[in-house]
């Protein structure tokens, strides 16, 4: 970036927001992985019937925090916060359920979701400072 001589800072382009842009379509790349995966895994798969309801929960809130980094696009807050709230909620569920490496599960499952929501969140807060 450029500092002009009113100390503002300028550029051609934003390098953080194109950043987070690019990693949160990255991200909803691997959430429509994610929920292919748990369709064909969890749903269609009807000889555990006890890991339905999980499938279906999981599902739903990989869901909402696709949503989120969907609308993290147009509006950078509220996406974001969704799509953070939804991670926690998917780490929680996966933390919960899973009984092998638990935590390797947490982060694989949740951290495109906490990383493309809280780069969404830094750069709509840098933008807020800006323009005031």
Request: hydrophobic content about 55%; glycine content about 6%.
């Amino acid at each position: 970036m450029i500092q002009t001589t009113d100390g503002n800072y300028g550029s051609a382009f934003d390098e953080l927001r194109i950043f987070t842009k690019t990693v949160g379509l990255l991200a909803i790349l691997t959430a429509v992985l994610y929920l292919r995966a748990i369709v064909s895994a969890g749903f269609l798969l009807r000889t555990r019937s006890e890991s339905m309801p999980i499938a279906a929960i999981l599902f739903a809130l990989m869901v909402i925090a696709t949503t989120g980094l969907v609308m993290s696009h147009r509006w950078e807050c509220i996406g974001g916060i969704i799509a953070v709230l939804g991670a926690l909620s998917v780490a929680i569920i996966v933390h919960a359920t899973f009984t092998e490496n638990r935590l390797m599960a947490v982060v694989i499952y949740s951290s495109p979701f906490m990383i493309s929501g809280s780069l969404c969140l830094i750069d709509w807060w840098k933008h807020r400072n800006l323009s005031q």
